[in-house]
């Protein structure tokens, strides 16, 4: 009897986890898709073929959906990483419930995934998997551990995917590995919990600032002041507060500069608080490129 009703809860345990994102990611394809998709051959079509995305952890569906004609996207988190066995893959309820994160909030919550992800390449291939990639391999990258290259065609063209688990902080952070990923043709920045706002990342922060030739971003991403002399500015959607951190990270100045733009609202859910603050997506391309 004990057996039945542990097994029972075991099945019932398992078709939750399995229809848990059904539904949400029915929803994300029916309204977040199609706004992604729109905004990224708009707006960034023409911004180079490498897209770097740091404390960017498995999140592929956003640059997969933005950036049009991507060839190689070079993910950072501090999760791990291995090649998988077979696909396509079953993602244990863990791994699920992190996915699920992505598609109803719009990002992954670093300690959900500290807490229950073993490998972030089972996620990374679901999310290929659900937008539909083709020809997917998966090997370790040389000389790194927790470190993975995913090749796969989308939309008809080849391309590459490399994440790495790298620390970016300044205790952590090795500047000589990060010089041979260069060109940064295009950084992203999306739900990066405020970390380049932090000392403790200025280190990275003025590598980044020194080395990249375009950043999309929320306001997680790199602070207005570092970005506004150096870079052209095209603010999409608006910017009033960060959402949940009152009294931190608030940037007044690039507040007042998005008063002035008074853009329409946004309707892409890109980073904390969707529904709650306006959603801001900057666009900040430097004046004069470096190293291209
Ligand atoms: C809130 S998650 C957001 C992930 C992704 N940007 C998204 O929108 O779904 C923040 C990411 O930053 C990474 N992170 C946190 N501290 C870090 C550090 N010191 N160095 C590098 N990455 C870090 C986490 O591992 C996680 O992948």
Redesign the pocket.
Known sequence: MKFKILLCAYLLGISISLSFAGPLLDSFKEKQQPCLIDFGNKYLQNVGPHVF???????VT?PLLLFPNFEILTL????PAEPVEGYPVALDSDALSNLSS?YRR?????DQ??SGVRNVATIILKQLENLGATDITIQAIDGRSNAVQIKFTYNGKARMIRYYK????NS?IDLEFLSTLKPFNVVL?????Y?PHQKK?KIFRNFILENANTFVQDSTGIPYEYLKDKFTLDLHGRYLMPYKFPGGFEQLNFREYSETMNNPVLDICF?YGCKKVPTNILIATRKETVGL
Request: proline residues 6%; charged residues 10%.
């Open positions: 995305y740091p404390f960017g952890g498995p999140d956003y950072m988190g501090l999760e992505l719009s990002f992954f919550i670093t995934m500290a790298a620390g970016l902080d952590q920045f999306k739900a990066a919990s970390l990342f980073g």
